[in-house]
């Protein structure tokens, strides 16, 4: 017997309203959050939302849109399609119920069987009923909110006594903005500063995008600056770039961290400060480069009176950076360790599938950790905030501690 589509009524009266109930919810808080920049628990909501409006938010991006995600207009559209979808998916899924049910149910000798349709029907829907609601809720508002510490120890040629030991603290892709708040990125902050580092690096993505977020994502900075023995380095990433790059890099030196995108300090082995010269024997080099995507690299300047024999870590937000050939080639400027995030981790690491998304040229060999590059050994952190999906699953949020060792 056929399954008949047609809608009673009364059933479709309620699809009516829990379809503009629905979009009118997570429309608001959507809007609050991307639009309006409302901080705190409404931009973690927010990304639960958006997760419901993704059917919707799909054939917008399709169609070249990518704009409206922060207009009203465009995120009330998302949402009344994507609850359009999900209420036709119910519904479908409950006709397919009904049919399995009572098809044949008024035939005495098929009672049982109607019995055991009905528990296969429920059963089902009821499995995927939840984990169509687990799945995602815990992937926005559990996973991504539990920071880890990792800890590495990563010996460096040439390395001075004076740096024997040496705590660096690295904080990757806050991504301030309307998937992550500030609360967060504080409470990163405060963990980063329980692990008493000597140095902090920052490598990118300090905010989402946009301008609104740059004056408190350097502010958030700025216990960092106070804390650490010898201060903090940063460089910024592609996110930064598509608000105000400099913009961002001038709102973090004014808080005391020092940028060196295509540019290189060097840490004084008497005294431990940061000199912006070379303080001669036992100094080790931080240089920076710019963002590999979004901005440039110039090795040439970045590398600028650093001495062969001398230490040298790298900055440099997109990993791949460790594949460029003019680091690669026979007489490049030596590298001890390269310091990136980027990646995320993928965001999502699926049992035995690993990471079906990482934005790198190299698949996931730059996901996150510490990895063998071409000529030199990367640490990529997996970051803090969130870029393509608000989600994490799998991969939680991570700041990693890397003490110094001589090799």
């Known amino acids: 017997m056929p399954i008949r589509f047609s809608i009673p009524k009364?059933?479709?009266?309620?699809?009516?309203?829990?379809?503009?109930?629905?979009?009118?919810?997570?429309?608001?808080?959507?809007?609050?959050?991307?639009?309006?920049h409302i901080d705190g628990v409404v931009r973690i909501i927010a990304n639960a939302a958006y997760m419901i409006a993704l059917p919707g938010w799909i054939p917008i991006y399709t169609l070249g849109l990518r704009g409206m995600r922060d207009h009203p207009f465009g995120i009330v559209a998302a949402n009344a399609i994507a609850w359009a979808v999900w209420i036709?998916?119910?519904?479908?899924?409950?006709?397919?119920?009904?049919?399995?049910?009572?098809?044949?149910?008024?035939?005495?000798?098929?009672?049982?069987?109607?019995?055991?349709?009905?528990?296969?029907?429920?059963?089902?829907?009821?499995?995927?009923?939840?984990?169509?609601?687990?799945?995602?809720?815990?992937?926005?508002?559990?996973?991504?909110?539990?920071?880890?510490?990792?800890?590495?120890?990563?010996p460096i040629r040439n390395l001075d006594s004076a740096f024997e030991g040496l705590k660096v603290v690295q904080i990757a892709d806050t991504h301030l903005g309307p998937r992550i708040p500030a609360s967060f990125v504080q409470q990163a902050v405060e963990l980063a500063l329980a692990q008493k580092p000597d140095l902090v690096f920052l490598t990118g993505d300090h905010v989402h995008d946009g301008v609104e977020e740059i004056d408190l994502a350097a502010e958030l900075c700025k216990p960092l600056v106070e804390q650490a023995t010898i201060g903090a380095v940063g460089v910024l990433g592609n996110h930064d770039w598509w608000g105000d790059g400099r913009r961002m890099s001038r709102a973090l030196r004014d808080q005391g961290v020092y940028m060196i995108d295509n540019d290189r300090l060097w840490i004084d082995a008497k005294t431990r400060t940061i000199q912006t010269q070379d303080p001669g024997e036992g100094s080790?080099?931080?240089?920076?480069?710019?963002?590999?995507?979004?901005?440039?690299?110039?090795?040439?300047?970045?590398?600028?009176?650093?001495?062969?024999?001398?230490?040298?870590?790298?900055?440099?937000?997109?990993?791949?950076?460790?594949?460029?050939?003019?680091l690669t080639k026979a007489g490049a400027p030596r590298i001890d360790l390269m310091c990136s995030g980027h990646t995320h981790g993928g965001q999502v690491k699926i049992p035995f599938l690993g990471t079906p998304m990482v934005p790198s040229r190299f698949g996931s060999k730059y996901a996150g950790g510490l990895v063998d590059g071409p000529v030199c050994r990367v640490h990529i952190s997996r970051g803090i905030g969130m870029s393509m999906l608000p989600v994490r699953v799998g991969v939680p949020p991570e700041i990693s501690v890397i003490t110094l060792t001589r090799a």
């Open 284 to 326: 080790l080099a931080l240089v920076g480069f710019g963002d590999l995507t979004d901005s440039y690299i110039d090795v040439d300047r970045a590398f600028q009176d650093v001495e062969a024999h001398t230490p040298r870590i790298v900055l440099s937000h997109n990993p791949d950076s460790a594949e460029l050939r003019s």
């Open 88 to 154: 036709t998916l119910i519904w479908i899924a409950l006709r397919l119920r009904t049919k399995l049910v009572v098809e044949n149910a008024q035939v005495k000798s098929q009672v049982l069987d109607v019995g055991r349709r009905r528990f296969l029907a429920n059963a089902t829907i009821g499995t995927v009923s939840i984990g169509a609601i687990v799945t995602p809720g815990y992937a926005t508002l559990i996973e991504p909110w539990s920071i880890k510490v990792r800890k590495y120890t990563v």
């Open 10 to 36: 009364s059933s479709l009266h309620r699809a009516v309203c829990a379809w503009g109930v629905g979009t009118a919810c997570t429309s608001s808080v959507c809007i609050a959050s991307w639009t309006y």
